[in-house]
Every structure is written in C-alpha cells, then in structure tokens.
C-alpha cells in the first residue's frame, strides 16, 4: 500500500537561479511538502549536515557554481541514506549522460515535477 507523498515529506530543493528556486519551492509548498532551500552546493551541504534525519528528497541542479549536482546528490545519499534525489537541467547534454540518479530536463510543468516527486517518495 503507498504512503501519502505530501503529508511529513521535507524536500531540500538547490538551485543558483532564485527565481527557479522559489518557484520549485512554491509548487511543492502548495502540494503539502515542507521544502527547504539551498542557493549553493555548499548552503545545500549544511542543511544536509543539519537535517539529514528529515530530508526524504533532494532536487538539485545538475550545474552549481563550484559544485556539481551529482557531487551533492552523493554526499546526500551517504547522509540521508533513505533519502531520494531528483536533479534537474536545462541542459540536454547533461540530462543525456548516465547518471546514478533520474533526472529532469528543463523547462519541466509544474504538474510534471509534481508528478516526479510523488512517483520517487512512493518507492
């Protein structure tokens, strides 16, 4: 039987881009999950650090300034290790190569991340 994927999901969503950011936040928000948000790779690591008990999914980008989003998919994975990931991209390039990690490709519908989202907390 599947578990409701909004009620006492927090989400850590990293993104550079704050106006992406903030609304990947605010879809999420609306669906019931409790997100948190990063601007860095490095911002995004002390949360993981702080809140790895809570955190069920990372959405990250695949490209941050000094970091990539495989990098800080990994780190999440040693410390959430029942946490998810999802990383997103603008770049088709990117979402081409092989990844451990499934991946979104940018421009992505608000209903499509959502979609994404509960498939990946249902696992």
Same mark, same amino acid.
């Given at each position: 039987?599947?578990?409701?994927?909004?009620?006492?999901?927090?989400?850590?969503?990293?993104? $550079?881009?704050?106006?992406? *950011? *903030?609304?990947?936040?605010?879809?999420?928000?609306? @669906?019931?999950?409790?997100? *948190?948000?990063?601007?860095?790779? @490095?911002?995004?690591?002390?949360?993981?650090?702080?809140?790895?008990?809570?955190? @069920?999914?990372?959405?990250?980008?695949?490209?941050? &300034?000094?970091?990539? +989003?495989?990098?800080?998919?990994? %780190?999440?994975?040693?410390?959430? +290790?029942? #946490?998810?990931?999802?990383?997103?991209? #603008?770049?088709?390039?990117?979402?081409?190569?092989? %990844? $451990?990690? &499934?991946?979104?490709?940018?421009?992505?519908? &608000?209903?499509?991340?959502?979609?994404?989202?509960?498939?990946?907390? *249902?696992?």
């Amino acid at each position: 039987m599947g578990r409701d994927v909004s009620s006492g999901f927090e989400i850590l969503v990293v993104d $550079d881009r704050e106006e992406l *950011r *903030r609304l990947l936040v605010r879809v999420l928000e609306r @669906e019931g999950f409790s997100v *948190r948000a990063a601007a860095s790779g @490095e911002e995004a690591m002390g949360v993981i650090e702080q809140k790895a008990e809570q955190l @069920e999914l990372l959405i990250s980008d695949i490209l941050l &300034p000094r970091m990539r +989003g495989t990098t800080l998919a990994a %780190h999440f994975e040693r410390c959430c +290790g029942k #946490g998810k990931v999802l990383l997103i991209s #603008g770049s088709q390039e990117l979402c081409d190569e092989e %990844h $451990d990690f &499934p991946v979104l490709a940018k421009p992505f519908s &608000p209903a499509e991340l959502v979609r994404r989202v509960k498939l990946l907390l *249902r696992d």
